[in-house]
């Protein structure tokens, strides 16, 4: 890990993804340039962002010297990797990974984008698709979640003894989930994860 390597975070506050990069850097120590973005007004979708930062047009992007770093799960990898936020143990690196995997294809598309549907973008902005998918995102994210309190229910942290990147992955878009329409009083043990969350030295809130 180089600890004087400039690093330049390409974000958007409010995002949960982003806020997943600011943390891991926060708990780390690891100091970062910001530089906001506002995706509802299309600024990652211009020609100069495309060609320079992410031709997905999406962030964020970690920037490491002049190389770009997309995905918000493996630029946490890449901030954390040999610090106690991955485990060292074999099976539980793999853990925390599986953890990591599950927010991106179980938990984010369903929590995070009824967050982003209902909370900034509005129902009545919705296209009849999107609406009619609210529903069955809203089931698939209450069984994400009700997966989370069970696991929590006989350990305090997702992976081990204590924080990894699972915690950190998954903590971004659950304790806002309310935005999107999940009751969290429903999940007693993901509540009093969240407040452990909170209280970790040098933690930082989400923005916005």
């Not at 992955?169 to 452990?196: C, K, M, N």
Request: hydrophobic content about 45%; aromatic content about 10%; proline content about 5%.
């Amino acid at each position: 890990m180089d600890l004087n390597e400039k690093l330049i975070l390409h974000e958007d506050s409010v995002s949960g993804n982003c806020y997943k990069i600011r943390l891991t850097a926060a708990l780390l120590g690891r100091r970062m340039e910001l530089i906001a973005y506002d995706i509802l007004k299309g600024e990652t979708r211009t020609p100069e962002f495309l060609a320079t930062i992410n031709p997905l047009g999406r962030i964020p992007v970690l920037q490491v010297g002049q190389r770009f770093l997309p995905e918000s799960n493996a630029a946490c990898f890449y901030l954390a990797d040999g610090s106690p936020l991955i485990p060292a143990e074999r099976f539980a690196r793999a853990d925390m990974l599986r953890w990591m995997f599950f927010e991106q294809y179980h938990h984010e598309p369903n929590v995070a984008t009824l967050r982003f549907w209902l909370e900034f973008v509005g129902v009545d902005s919705l296209s009849e698709m999107q609406r009619n998918q609210i529903p069955g995102k809203r089931i698939a994210g209450e069984a994400a979640l009700q997966q989370m309190d069970d696991h929590l229910a006989l350990r305090n942290w997702f992976v081990g003894e204590s924080v990894t990147l699972a915690d950190i992955s998954l903590f971004a878009y659950t304790h806002v989930a309310e935005g999107g329409g999940f009751a969290l009083s429903d999940y007693p043990h993901v509540q009093a994860w969240i407040a452990r969350m909170r209280a970790l030295p040098k933690f930082v809130a989400m923005a916005g």
